[in-house]
C-alpha cells in the first residue's frame, strides 16, 4: 500500500511540475478564507482522488480542494487526508519549498503518511512506526537525533508575535526556516529538533508530516501536551502545536 500511495504523491508532482515549468497556466484564484489555489493545486487533486478511489473504494477522502461536510464526515473512522500542494505561497514564489501530502488517518492518528517534495526529488514517506528518506534514487531509514545547540525550524511565510516571543524565552538555539510540510520532515530526519507553530494550519496541512515525525520517533503535541488528533470534528482547523525530539 504505502509504495503504491508513494507513486501517487509521484504522479501528482508531476502533474504539478507540468504548470510549475509553465506547460499549462498557472491560473491563481482565491478561495473563500483569501488563501491562493492554483491549476495545480486542482491537477494535483484530481491525480490523487482519482488514484486513491481505485485503489481503496471504500475509504473516503477528505482533500483541501474538496472539504467534505460535516454531516458526511462526522461517523468517519478512516479516511484519507490530502493536500494535494501544501506551500501554495511557495510554489507561486517558485522557491520550491513545496509538497504533496497524503495520509491515512485511523481512529484520529496519523497511521501512513508521504510528503513528496517534486522540486527537490526528494520523498518523505512512513507506516507502521518506520519512516524513510528517498533522495535521487537513494532509499534510507529515517530518525530523530538530538543536537545542542538545537536548530528550531520555522514557518517561510507565517511569523507571528507568540512564536517570536516563545523563541526570545527558548534559551540558546539556532533557527532555520523553510516552508509547507518539509518542516516535519526536517525534524523527522535530524536535521531540526523542534518545531513550534502557533499560527493556525488545518488538518491536511500537518497530517502526512506528522506520520513521517511520529514514526521516525518525534512527538506532535498541541501546547497542552495531548498529541494532535485528526478524529472528524466540524472544524479543520488545529490547535497550535509543536514537533519535538524531547
Given at each position: 500500500?504505502?509504495?503504491?500511495?508513494?507513486?501517487l504523491a509521484y504522479e501528482a508532482g508531476n502533474a504539478i511540475m507540468q504548470v510549475?515549468?509553465?506547460?499549462?497556466?498557472?491560473?491563481?484564484?482565491?478561495?473563500?478564507?483569501?488563501?491562493?489555489?492554483?491549476?495545480?493545486?486542482?491537477?494535483?487533486?484530481?491525480?490523487?482522488?482519482?488514484?486513491?478511489?481505485?485503489?481503496?473504494?471504500?475509504?473516503?477522502?477528505?482533500?483541501?480542494?474538496?472539504?467534505?461536510?460535516?454531516?458526511?464526515?462526522?461517523?468517519?473512522?478512516?479516511?484519507?487526508?490530502?493536500?494535494?500542494?501544501?506551500?501554495?505561497?511557495?510554489?507561486?514564489?517558485?522557491?520550491?519549498?513545496?509538497?504533496?501530502?497524503?495520509?491515512?488517518?485511523?481512529?484520529?492518528?496519523?497511521?501512513?503518511?508521504?510528503?513528496?517534495?517534486?522540486?527537490?526529488?526528494?520523498?518523505?514517506?512512513?507506516?507502521?512506526?518506520?519512516?524513510?528518506?528517498?533522495?535521487?534514487?537513494?532509499?534510507?531509514?529515517?530518525?530523530?537525533?538530538?543536537?545542542?545547540?538545537?536548530?528550531?525550524?520555522?514557518?517561510?511565510?507565517?511569523?507571528?508575535?507568540?512564536?517570536?516571543?516563545?523563541?526570545?524565552?527558548?534559551?540558546?538555539?539556532?533557527?532555520?526556516?523553510?516552508?509547507?510540510?518539509?518542516?516535519?520532515?526536517?525534524?523527522?530526519?535530524?536535521?531540526?529538533?523542534?518545531?513550534?507553530?502557533?499560527?493556525?494550519?488545518?488538518?491536511?496541512?500537518?497530517?502526512?508530516?506528522?506520520?513521517?515525525?511520529?514514526?521516525?520517533?518525534?512527538?506532535?503535541?498541541?501546547?497542552?501536551?495531548?498529541?494532535?488528533?485528526?478524529?472528524?470534528?466540524?472544524?479543520?482547523?488545529?490547535?497550535?502545536?509543536?514537533?519535538?525530539?524531547?
Amino acid at each position: 500500500m504505502l509504495e503504491k500511495i508513494c507513486q501517487l504523491a509521484y504522479e501528482a508532482g508531476n502533474a504539478i511540475m507540468q504548470v510549475y515549468d509553465g506547460q499549462t497556466p498557472l491560473d491563481v484564484m482565491q478561495k473563500s478564507d483569501d488563501s491562493p489555489v492554483t491549476a495545480a493545486d486542482l491537477a494535483a487533486h484530481g491525480v490523487i482522488v482519482s488514484g486513491l478511489q481505485a485503489l481503496t473504494p471504500t475509504i473516503p477522502v477528505l482533500s483541501e480542494e474538496d472539504p467534505q461536510s460535516w454531516e458526511i464526515r462526522q461517523h468517519w473512522q478512516q479516511y484519507w487526508l490530502v493536500d494535494p500542494l501544501d506551500g501554495t505561497k511557495e510554489f507561486i514564489k517558485r522557491n520550491g519549498e513545496f509538497t504533496v501530502n497524503i495520509a491515512l488517518i485511523e481512529a484520529g492518528k496519523p497511521v501512513l503518511g508521504v510528503v513528496y517534495a517534486p522540486v527537490l526529488s526528494v520523498m518523505y514517506y512512513a507506516a507502521e512506526g518506520k519512516a524513510w528518506k528517498e533522495e535521487d534514487g537513494h532509499k534510507m531509514r529515517i530518525h530523530v537525533q538530538d543536537a545542542r545547540p538545537p536548530l528550531v525550524v520555522i514557518s517561510r511565510s507565517h511569523a507571528d508575535s507568540e512564536l517570536e516571543d516563545y523563541l526570545k524565552h527558548l534559551g540558546d538555539h539556532q533557527t532555520t526556516a523553510i516552508g509547507s510540510s518539509l518542516k516535519f520532515c526536517l525534524v523527522a530526519e535530524g536535521k531540526a529538533q523542534l518545531y513550534p507553530r502557533f499560527g493556525p494550519t488545518n488538518i491536511w496541512d500537518t497530517g502526512a508530516g506528522h506520520a513521517v515525525a511520529l514514526a521516525a520517533g518525534a512527538h506532535v503535541n498541541d501546547w497542552q501536551g495531548k498529541p494532535l488528533d485528526y478524529a472528524p470534528r466540524e472544524s479543520f482547523l488545529n490547535p497550535g502545536f509543536r514537533v519535538s525530539i524531547y
